[in-house]
């Protein structure tokens, strides 16, 4: 042992002082009130919002009455099927009320972030896993994509518990710790197919860093198997998806570039100047003033910790080389890198002296971040503007025996009838009216208020037309002529490119 070694050895523990209970009470202090607010503001923003087209989707999908028809139209949709089967079994408990299928979401957002309190991290000390999961629950894109009734939340619970999982077997590889983040991994592609390049890569570390011993864990792979028979079965629709007259994702460029690096990391310039300036002038104080304990009970950082980040972000660059090729990717696909991501955040800002006030400045931050009520309502608001639970509710008043509906997008092309018949009238039939829906499909040349003028032939006809026109098959080769006919009363709702047409007989309110 050298004299230097001694003399730390030597060195008694810190006595306890008030500045030092102020330092060790802020990461506390900042979550609990952090979790207050943001519970706070999302019950404002969930208030009155209606369903957005993919909400309805998934009632459609997961509210089907056998399992044989569950099965059917989830394969005819574009995503894996657990979420579906978790709300089927959710529906007959809970109904298919727009707060009874946004439930799930957020319990499992609020999952996701006591993970790493509930279940022991090695390498990482009871700050270090605080801040993390107060990371995940104010990472703004969570809030976001929790919101509503999709698969992202369990995702995210899904992908987190993967994250925890796979430095137990970066530290120590065996088949039951390896069994273990393979199952978990195979749940998070049946979550979503994009959550299979983060496992990718974690996988191709895996056998980089222990090569031999990682071989021999092969039985692990069993869980996978599982996955592969259901993307072998789902790859003929997949396919449909992927038709270049269907698919509707953009090209990569530089600013949705920025949105894609952004999202997993939880950035929100436009929300971060005070946050931002809070945040470095706590961090300032925590190096300018070093506290009277060692930076970290951990100050050693641990491998399989920094894989894993390293992991997190090279499944964010993989996903993004995989877009320039194909375009398929939408910043929320991203949500199974966020929690490694955000881990990695961590694990930087554990280096710096002072981490009691490092932590806290950093949990500072995303809560602040996170919360703007004006600023999450509009874009939810936004995003609900593609829907049609507005419109339907306006033809509730009608009363119709008819319902001609036409959502004009490329994708309408590869529809099941009976799949467009029931996304069209849900809501109507949610509310007890008992309407027949006539689908239409517009194509490239129509005349959209024609056709659908055309097809009501009821007695009580009405029309609900949802388009997009930055994907509308028919461009800007109708001026909405329907809202002028004679006879008939129209809601006509526009916001931005999107836009809803709600025409029924003026006789008939």
């Not at 919101?147 to 530290?171: K, N």
């Not at 269907?246 to 949705?256: D, E, G, L, T």
């Not at 036409?406 to 309407?435: C, N, Y």
Request: with cysteine; net charge positive.
């Amino acid at each position: 042992m050298t004299r230097m070694d001694a003399t730390l050895t030597a060195r008694p523990a810190p006595a306890a002082s008030p500045a030092r209970d102020v330092r060790a009470a802020l990461l506390p202090a900042t979550i609990v009130l952090g979790v207050i607010v943001l519970l706070a503001e999302r019950l404002y923003t969930q208030t009155g919002l209606p369903l957005w087209l993919d909400e309805t989707w998934t009632a459609v999908i997961a509210g089907q009455p056998t399992w044989p028809a569950f099965w059917r139209q989830a394969w005819l949709d574009c995503n894996p099927p657990l979420y579906y089967a978790v709300m089927k079994l959710w529906i007959p408990l809970a109904g298919t009320s727009n707060a009874a299928l946004r439930a799930p979401s957020f319990a499992f957002l609020i999952a996701a972030a006591l993970l790493p309190l509930a279940w022991r991290i090695g390498g990482l000390s009871r700050q270090a896993r605080w801040t993390w999961a107060a990371l995940l629950f104010f990472w703004w894109p969570g809030l976001f994509v929790t919101a509503d009734a999709r698969a992202y939340g369990l995702l995210l619970l899904v992908s987190t518990a993967q994250t925890i999982a796979y430095p137990r077997m970066m530290r120590a590889p065996s088949i039951a710790a390896a069994l273990c983040w393979t199952a978990l991994a195979a749940l998070a592609i049946l979550t979503h197919y994009y959550a299979a390049t983060i496992g990718a890569v974690q996988g191709v570390l895996y056998l980089w860093v222990w090569r031999g011993r990682a071989v021999r864990t092969w039985p692990a792979l069993a869980p996978l198997v599982p996955v592969a028979a259901v993307m072998a079965v789902h790859a003929p629709r997949l396919a449909d998806y992927a038709r270049p007259d269907v698919a509707w994702y953009p090209p990569v460029n530089i600013f949705r570039l920025l949105d894609f690096i952004a999202f997993p990391a939880g950035l929100q310039p436009f929300q971060m100047g005070v946050a931002a300036a809070l945040g470095l002038a706590l961090l300032w104080w925590a190096i300018r003033y070093r506290p009277d304990v060692a930076r970290d009970e951990d100050a050693a950082l641990d491998p399989a910790l920094r894989w894993t980040a390293i992991a997190g972000v090279a499944g964010v660059a993989l996903a993004i080389a995989l877009a320039v090729v194909k375009p398929t990717l939408a910043d929320r696909y991203l949500t199974p890198a966020a929690p490694a991501v955000l881990l990695g955040i961590v694990l930087c800002v554990r280096q710096v002296r002072g981490t009691h006030a490092a932590y806290a400045a950093l949990a500072t931050v995303y809560w602040l971040g996170a919360t703007s009520p004006p600023a999450l309502m509009q874009s939810l608001s936004e995003r609900a503007d593609y829907g049609y639970e507005r419109g339907s509710d306006f033809l509730a008043a009608a009363h119709t025996d008819q319902l001609v509906f036409a959502w004009d997008h490329p994708a309408t092309k590869i529809m099941a009838t009976d799949s467009l018949d029931q996304i069209g009238g849900f809501f109507l039939r949610r509310g007890g009216e008992p309407v027949a829906v006539t689908p239409v499909v517009l194509a490239p040349g129509d005349r959209p208020s024609a056709r659908l003028l055309a097809a009501a032939t009821g007695q009580r006809p009405a029309i609900l037309w949802l388009y997009d026109r930055a994907h509308m098959s028919v461009g800007d080769a109708d001026d909405f002529a329907l809202t002028r006919t004679p006879g008939w009363r129209c809601r006509h709702s526009r916001h931005g490119y999107t836009g809803v047409v709600a025409c029924a007989r003026s006789a008939q309110f």
